[in-house]
């Protein structure tokens, strides 16, 4: 199954609003991990969040994470058209161990 | 840093052939390797995940006869599909991870289309 589970599965905002992704999961992580992938293209490592932290920021990517929720949030402040992509959460128990995917969400930043 | 290719980024074939495709990493290396599969607009499935030196660990449902998985060097994974049909036909991605790092690196893909 599924470790992640984003939501809403697409969005769709005006350039310079900001755009909420909310992601759910099932089993116990060591991190959770957002990435963006370009139409076509590979995925882009964007943030790592550690199961003993809450919030996390990196320029205009804000990440915050409930371990009791099993849920985590990436926060894009003052969208840009570029920040059209696909977005994926991705947990994982740690080490060399594998991450699971979830399904995504597509956001589309209309200039 | 920490970049990951992978070769070809495109590939059409015919239907029984065999086709490799390589994933580097580029300036590290690379302990653990992982091979995905993405359909149109859905998620990564992970399909195996390789070690150097050591035989791959395939996920549950991947054919491992099919999807030969070989990880002869820190810096280098093949996989390589074997009689594809069309339905094989997919978006390809690797990704590699070092000691001392969650982070995984992942390559930009490889596009492949069955005939």
């Known amino acids: 199954s599924q470790q992640g589970e984003e939501d809403p599965q697409a969005l769709s905002i005006q350039e310079g609003e900001n755009a909420t992704m909310n992601c759910s999961y099932k089993t116990s992580i060591n991190n959770l991990q957002w990435y963006r992938q370009n139409s076509g293209r590979g995925l882009v490592h964007l943030i790592l969040?550690?199961?003993?932290?809450r919030e996390k920021h990196s320029g205009r990517l804000r990440v915050t994470l409930d371990t009791s929720k099993k849920s985590s949030s990436l926060l894009i402040t003052a969208s840009r058209a570029a920040d059209t992509a696909s977005y994926f959460c991705a947990g994982s128990p740690g080490g060399y161990q594998k991450v699971t995917f979830g399904i995504g969400t597509k956001l589309q930043v209309i200039p | 840093g920490a970049v990951v290719s992978q070769h070809p980024s495109r590939v059409i074939c015919k239907s029984g052939t065999s086709v490799k495709i390589e994933c580097r990493s580029l300036d590290f290396q690379a302990t653990t390797m992982f091979w995905y599969r993405q359909f149109p607009k859905q998620s990564l499935m992970l399909m195996a995940t390789?070690?150097?030196?050591?035989?791959?660990?395939?996920e549950q449902g991947v054919e491992k006869d099919k999807f030969l998985i070989n990880h002869a060097s820190l810096t280098l994974s093949t996989l390589t599909v074997t009689s594809a049909h069309p339905e094989d036909s997919s978006f390809y991605i690797c990704s590699a991870t070092t000691q001392g790092t969650d982070t995984q690196y992942f390559g930009p893909g490889t596009r492949l289309t069955v005939l």
């Open positions: 969040i550690r199961s003993n932290e």
């Open positions: 390789s070690n150097e030196g050591s035989k791959a660990t395939y």
